[in-house]
């Protein structure tokens, strides 16, 4: 699963710290807790819970996912007529995202731990769904920024290429 390259990468946004001692595991605990809640893993600073639904976690797994082989990428062939990321897909990475982060509920990493079933995700995957399409429709009815949403999904695909 590419969310867990990307989740469990010393590098990445979330900062999970190495097997290590009793406050290492704490550590790793507590930022599971806080990345969950409220869903702050799909923010831009999940801290300060700044930037909704652009975790930059979110293009990396896109273009992991779907743009990975050239002009032979399935991204290419799914979303090449719209040139945008479907709020779908966009759900599904953010549910994929949340099971990598579940991987770390112990405090330890534990690859392959928690299986990625419609049981588990479909409730985080809807609720997703479901922000991201209320989003748009408030950028619609307000009429201050109705391409907003537009924009985010082909700056994706833009990104992905």
Known sequence: MAARLFVSNPNASFM????????????????????????AFT???YVNRR???ESPLLSLIIKQVYFNDGLKSEGLSFFGATHE???????????????AIDEWQSGKHKP??????TATYAKPYND???SLKGWEAYCHDTRKEPDVPANFRRDLFKQGR
């Open 16 to 39: 999970f710290l190495p097997p290590g001692d009793a406050s290492t595991v704490e550590h790793n605990r507590a930022l599971v807790k806080a990345l969950k809640t409220r869903s």
């Open 43 to 45: 923010y831009k600073d």
């Open 51 to 53: 930037g909704l639904f």
């Open 85 to 99: 990321i479907p709020f779908t897909v966009i759900a599904l990475v953010f549910a994929a995202v949340l099971c």
């Open 112 to 117: 392959k731990s928690v299986s990625f079933h």
């Open 128 to 130: 997703i769904l479901t």
